[in-house]
Structures are given as C-alpha cells and as structure tokens.
C-alpha cells in the first residue's frame, strides 16, 4: 500500500504554557513496498509521526491517504478496522501481555480466528527461530527474544504496511541486527511496505529511502 500525506501538522495545547507544534507541514510519499528508514534527533518528530501513519493518532491538521483514501475523514471504528487489517507495529518495547504465553500474544490481533490462524502463528515462529519457545511466557525471553515475538505478533495479519519505532533500541548490536534483518525479509517477502524509525546510520543505508527529520520538519 502507498502512503502520502498533506500538509500534517501536529500540535498540543498546553494550559498556561506555549503549544507544543511537534510536527510543521509534512509532506511526504511512500510507494507501495518501499522500505524507508525514518531518522533524526531525539525530539524530532519520529514516533509521534508514525503513530500518525499507523493511525494511531489523529493529526491536528492535514491528511493521511493510504491507497488514496482520506483516513482521517473516517470516524475511529473506520480507523480500528483499517489498521487490523493492513497494519503491523513493533515498538521500541514489546508491549507483550505478561499473562500470555507467546503463542496466544501472536494470536491476540486475531483472537477471535486463532483456531484458524494457529498454523500461520507457528510458521511465523518458525521462520523467527521462536517455535522452541511458543509455550514460554514473555519474561521467560530475552530481550532479542521479545523482541521478534513482538515482530511475529505484528505479522499475524500479513500486514500491507510495517511500522517498527526503534525495534532494536533496547538490544545489543547483534541481536538488534538480527531483529532488523527479520524486518526486512518479512516485508520483502509480504511485499509490503516498510517504515522502520532507527538511529542506525547502517541500517538506514540499507533501505530505499531516507526520511529525515529535523525539529518536526521533513528534511529529506
Ligand atoms: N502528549 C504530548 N504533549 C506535549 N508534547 C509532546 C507529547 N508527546 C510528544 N511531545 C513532544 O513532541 C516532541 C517529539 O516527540 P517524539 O516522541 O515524536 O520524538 P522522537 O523523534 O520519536 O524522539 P526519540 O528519538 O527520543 O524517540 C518532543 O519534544 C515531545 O516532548
Ligand atoms: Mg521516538
């Protein structure tokens, strides 16, 4: 899927201070399969723009087209629905729920299929090297570890676009370049397109374009 956006800014309205302007008129275009790397200084812009592209929150003022449709001129349920279909994220922490083994936390974004789904949960395992741990619960993991079952869980709905906010920001070089190849290979064997917010000079030479932002703004 491709995403263009115009004219996005986000503010917050802070009582008694100034407002906050964390992103100035962004425009950008990502074709269809395209992986980008998304870097620039802490503060800049990075998660707060990818929430906005993942649809997890609404821009103060522009609009995000997906494939040409105006997301944000959809009400929430449009926007719930069209990230559980097209959307995968991993975060810079797993968010895996405590409670659950690895297997049913892959499964959760689909919970109500999961009898259908468990054989695509297990494949994604396997592909990640996670199978031997699919009963194991998250804080039996390492770091690494988490970390790619938060990459399987986000594959469980063969995602259209791939949003991953500094999934190796926790690890150490090794493990984080494992956790990155996995990104890549997943997407490119999805087709999918890939926006990957790093910090890593090496990793973002890797991808087909570089979005750089500076203080809220689109540099490149
Ligand atoms: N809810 C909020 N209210 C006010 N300001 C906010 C809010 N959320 C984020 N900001 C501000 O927006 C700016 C950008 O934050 P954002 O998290 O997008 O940066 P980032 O580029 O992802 O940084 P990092 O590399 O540290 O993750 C920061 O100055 C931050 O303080
Ligand atoms: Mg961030």
């Known amino acids: 899927m491709n995403i263009k956006t115009e004219n996005l800014s986000?503010?917050?309205?802070?009582?008694?201070?100034?407002?906050v302007d964390v992103l100035r008129n962004i425009q950008l275009e990502i074709a269809s399969g395209q992986k980008v790397a998304l870097t620039g200084p802490s503060g800049s812009g990075k998660s707060t723009l990818v929430h906005i592209l993942g649809l997890m929150d609404r821009?103060?003022?522009?609009?995000?087209?997906?494939?040409?449709i105006d997301c944000f001129a959809e009400n929430d349920k449009y926007l719930c629905a069209m990230r559980k279909k097209n959307i995968g994220f991993v975060f810079q922490f797993h968010y895996l729920m405590p409670d659950f083994t690895v297997l049913?936390?892959?499964?959760?974004?689909?919970w109500r299929d999961r009898n259908i789904k468990i054989k695509l949960a297990r494949s994604i395992l396997e592909k990640i090297g996670l199978l031997h741990r699919q009963y194991h619960f998250p804080n039996e993991l390492s770091g690494g570890e988490q970390q790619r079952a938060a990459l399987a869980r986000a594959l469980i709905n063969s995602p259209r676009i791939i949003f991953a906010d500094e999934p190796t920001g926790n690890l150490d070089r090794v493990t984080g370049l494992d956790i990155?190849?996995?990104?890549?290979?997943?997407?490119?064997?999805?087709n999918s397109t890939l926006i990957l917010v790093t910090h890593s000079q090496e990793l973002a030479a890797k991808a087909d374009k570089i979005i750089k932002m500076t203080d809220g703004k689109k540099m490149i």
């Open 10 to 19: 986000k503010n917050y309205k802070k009582k008694d201070s100034l407002d």
């Open 59 to 68: 821009p103060t003022t522009g609009n995000v087209y997906i494939d040409g």
């Open 104 to 110: 049913e936390n892959i499964l959760l974004p689909v």
């Open 180 to 190: 990155e190849k996995l990104l890549f290979e997943s997407a490119a064997e999805l």
